[in-house]
């Protein structure tokens, strides 16, 4: 009788542990293609820049990202910056609209979001 009992528990627990491995790794599949989306902040890179260009803008942006987990997490914003062509800006007060071109992503990476979204140039 406790031989039976025995063998009764032990392949439920042996199904019951292979059941919990089974529900892991489609849990860690699905949250591994699962995209997500992080904040950086982003530094500004003028090029192009005339003598008598005065720029007054902030030295990053912040900006939301959406891609896979692995990408975002390997994604270092140190090696990226927003690039805007001061060659046609012209003196006084503008407005530059941050585009998504500026940032040049690996294309598994999309901008979902940026702040400020205009900068001022005088």
Not at 25 to 37: A, F, G, S, V
Request: glycine residues 2%.
């Amino acid at each position: 009788m406790k031989l039976l009992i025995f063998h009764q528990i032990n392949n439920n627990l042996m199904l019951k542990i292979s059941a919990c491995i089974l529900g892991a790794l489609c849990w860690l599949k699905i949250n591994y293609d699962q995209p997500i989306t992080c904040s950086f902040n982003i530094p500004l890179s003028f090029y192009n820049i005339s003598e008598s260009t005065i720029i007054n803008a902030p030295e990053s942006i912040e900006v939301q990202l959406r891609g896979k987990r692995t990408d975002l997490y390997t994604f270092d914003d140190q090696k990226y910056a927003i690039h805007i062509d001061s060659t046609n800006l012209t003196p006084g007060k503008q407005t530059i609209a941050i585009t998504s071109e500026k940032l040049f992503l690996p294309d598994a990476i999309t901008m979902v979001h940026y702040t400020p979204c205009k900068i001022e140039i005088s």
